[in-house]
């Protein structure tokens, strides 16, 4: 199973929005609404920011959303904080009963 | 309050043996699986494989299969992940991830750092 694609790299300005993708195939981002986000700051464990699309776990601000169309996922961060700045991983269960990371976006807040 | 710990820092030889603990706390351990992630050193996640501590089920990556076997004892809520001969590509963080349904990690551990070089 090869990795979910996503872009290397980000940027936007503070108080901005920014649009990360990742994009699938038919069998695991497209087959289930089973995409999730983390948010990984350097030397920690990483973070649920979103589940299954575009839920939030409690304690996630509202800034953080989520969506899916066909095979790509993505994640949106609006009014961008200097704390945003960070690697971000989707994730997506697959019809082999497993699971597959994107690869990484780091995220700058410029 | 749910909570993930795992084992300390190893530091191997190539050859040798490993098994990094994950011990769950603050709610039900048979009723969420247990994943393990793999981070080498600079790079992204990898999703290696699970155990579901209420009937034991494991399902591995296809990269991790015969490579790592992954065993819980629900009787002290405690999931593994053991190496019969490690490799200095192993060198890695390993995290494990609490799971329930199709959703991955909405509870990681503090990660396990192995250091394997001769």
């Known amino acids: 199973q090869s990795a979910l694609t996503q872009p290397a790299s980000v940027s936007g300005s503070p108080g901005q929005s920014i649009t990360i993708s990742c994009t699938g195939t038919s069998s695991d981002v497209g087959a289930y609404n089973s995409v999730s986000w983390y948010q990984q700051h350097p030397g920690t464990a990483p973070k649920l920011m979103i589940y299954d699309v575009n839920n939030r776990p409690s304690g996630v601000s509202n800034r953080f959303s989520g969506s899916k169309s066909a095979n790509t996922a993505s994640l949106t961060i609006s009014g961008l904080q200097a704390e945003d700045e960070a690697d971000y991983y989707c994730s997506s269960y697959t019809r082999s009963r497993t699971w597959v990371f994107g690869g990484g976006t780091e995220l700058t807040v410029l | 309050e749910v909570q993930l710990v795992q084992s300390g820092a190893e530091v191997k030889k190539p050859g040798e043996s490993l098994k990094i603990s994950c011990k769950g706390s603050g709610y039900s351990f048979t009723t969420y699986w247990i994943g393990w992630v793999r981070q080498m050193p600079g790079k992204g996640l990898e999703w290696m494989g699970f155990?579901?501590?209420?009937?034991?089920?494991?399902k591995y990556s296809p990269s991790f299969q015969g490579q790592v076997t992954i065993s819980a004892d629900k009787s002290i809520s405690t999931a593994y992940l053991q190496w019969g001969s490690l490799k200095a590509s192993d060198t890695a963080m390993y995290y494990c991830a609490r799971g329930y349904s199709t959703s991955l990690g909405d509870y990681w551990g503090q990660g396990t750092l192995v250091t394997v070089s001769s």
């Open positions: 155990i579901y501590p209420g009937d034991s089920d494991t």
